[in-house]
């Protein structure tokens, strides 16, 4: 919902206060409040915001550590399962064990099935909405007509004439594409829910393996459905294609929209079952043999791809959001396992204090998001990482990297690869994503795209090695543990949209301490204690307005397609804390009569 209000200023009365509170098309209340210059066409100040408050880093405290990953699976409705996962990482280092290869390898496949349907659900369902035919109709009607006179350049492939007609597909309800992604996000849910059990909240993932029965039909299963979709992600990568380098070239600058630096993040996804031992010491060791590569890319270098380095970076800072700093309060681990000092703002040394107050977007608070950043020890500066939406961080630190290559997804050092079989329809084909010029709004929705096909070429990858495993005999995928007395972890993976670990700290068996941190308190984080905007706020401010519409019935398309390029999901961002209350007004007696008491 978009609002307006005039400054009161007469000399700046083109100026208007813009707000967009509750995001469409995304999940959780995320707000966006701007100012807008109408005379120069420019977004000149935003404020993100979130207005929900949770607290699973505050409950947490005292439960059985074997329950952190189904408890933490109801973050969000959108991505539990790369919550659970994460969380058994965490318990596997803490406890000391790892899971058997075929256990990870299952682990992998449901992983890579809901990588290939929330991408592909969040591109062709909700954020195209932003391309299609009605709403360029609607913000920009001289391009719709460009687009209606324009050749598709990949049409041979993916059988769109013009470029209007690939808009006219993806419009809601009623366009082709639109309707096959649907179909499309049914086929890679069952694919899932073979390997994790249920779908979003795993019943089959736990710390030391997975409870899924290994059979060959259960891989087989899998297989077919995969292979079902490759048609469909032969064609969406060209015909996502067609429609971005369409924008550039009938818009000529329109890359700058959405832009910010280079500062993106990637924790690294898909364990080796053949490296990974989950042992701190050994984590930079097992965290490059994953099958997309952890790094820190800034300014497009790869400055590390060091999990220990990542991990140690990690700082939690305050300044616009509605909490008490915890400088004074208890530091719950001072060095880690290799003997590196760990940082009071590190999340295994982090209380959350939450302090409810009114919303102050002049210069105050205004939101119950904190502000993550990663500390570049080269320079002393506390990074405002983003993950570009999830696949972007991930494509780019992955192909610097050079280190993957396992035929099906092979990395370059400048590009990643990606080769598909033949399918029904279509011959085998090599897809190529190259680094981009850019982190803008355009790239992260394009990266989306590619690395749907990177999640079905690590999957044909992923369930030929389990299908070799059970043809040897190994179908062991669960490993008996202890808890202990005292310990420590962190688990890194990839949530759908970006970067996600988990930290733990136990004591007399129980949490002492624990804090996931998905991506989007990363991408939606307000303004820190340095004054440095986080990447929804940085890459709005300074936005050029290229819709054509007037003042008044403006409908702000280009800020909108820049905050969802990064897919928020808001309930990550923020938790939840019940204090102490009382009892306002009974409305419900649940016992209905029964003699129950509420």
Known sequence: MATTRERIKPESRNVVDMSWDPVTRI?????????????????????????????????????????????????????????????????????????????????????????????????????????????????????????????????????????????????????????????????????????????????????????????????????????????????????????????????????????????????????????????????????????????????????????????????????????????????????????????????????????????????GNYSWVMSPRWYDTRTGDHLALDTGGGPLARLWATALANKVDIGYVKATGSSVQINLPRSAQLPEMQLEWKIPQWSNTIERDRARIYFVAYAAGCALHFVEQALNLVRQGQTKVFQDFEVPDEAIGCGFHEAVRGVLSHHLVIRNKKIANYHPYPPTPWNGSPTDSYGTPGPYEDSVMGLQLFEENDRESFRGIDIMRTVRSFDPCLPCGVHMYLGKGKTLKRVHSPMLGMGGST
């Open 27 to 363: 999940v959780g209340n995320l707000g966006i409040y701007t100012k807008i210059d109408f005379d120069n066409r420019e977004v000149i100040d935003c404020k993100s915001t979130s207005s929900i408050f949770r607290g699973y880093s505050v409950f947490m405290k005292g439960k059985d550590p074997r329950d952190a990953g189904f408890i933490t699976s109801r973050i969000c409705g959108i991505c539990g399962d790369n919550h659970t996962v994460c969380s058994i990482y965490a318990q596997n280092m803490a406890y000391g064990i790892r899971t058997p290869p075929l256990g990870e390898w299952i682990m992998n496949l449901g992983e890579a099935a809901e990588y290939m349907f929330d991408h592909t659900i969040f591109q062709d369902n909700l954020i195209f909405v932003d391309f299609c035919e009605q709403m360029v109709k609607d913000t920009n009607p001289g391009l719709l007509d460009k687009a209606n006179k324009t050749d598709a350049p990949r049409a041979e492939i993916h059988g769109y004439k013009t470029i209007g007609d690939i808009m006219r597909a993806f419009n809601p309800f009623e366009g082709e594409i639109y309707k096959e992604a649907l179909h499309f996000s049914r086929v890679t849910r069952e694919m899932f829910c073979l390997m994790e059990g249920r779908h979003v909240h795993p019943s089959t993932m736990y710390p030391g393996g997975v409870g899924t029965v290994a059979t060959p039909q259960l891989f087989t299963d899998y297989l077919v459905r995969l292979l079902r979709c490759l048609d469909f992600v032969k064609r969406s990568v060209p015909l996502n294609d067609d429609v971005f380098d369409f924008f550039y070239e009938q818009l000529p600058g329109y890359e700058k929209v959405g832009l910010r630096r280079t500062l993106l993040g990637c924790w690294g996804a898909f364990n080796n079952p053949d490296h990974v031992d989950y042992k701190y010491e050994n984590m930079n060791h097992w965290g490059n043999e994953m099958f997309v590569t952890p790094g820190v890319v800034v300014d497009g270098e790869l400055v590390t791809h060091d999990l220990v380095d990542i991990n140690l970076g990690i700082r939690i800072l305050l300044g616009s959001s509605y909490y008490e700093d915890w400088v004074n309060e208890e530091t719950f681990v001072e060095k880690d396992p290799l003997g590196n000092p760990i940082d009071k703002r590190h999340p295994w040394n982090q209380t959350t204090l939450p302090k409810p107050q009114k919303r102050d977007l002049e210069g």
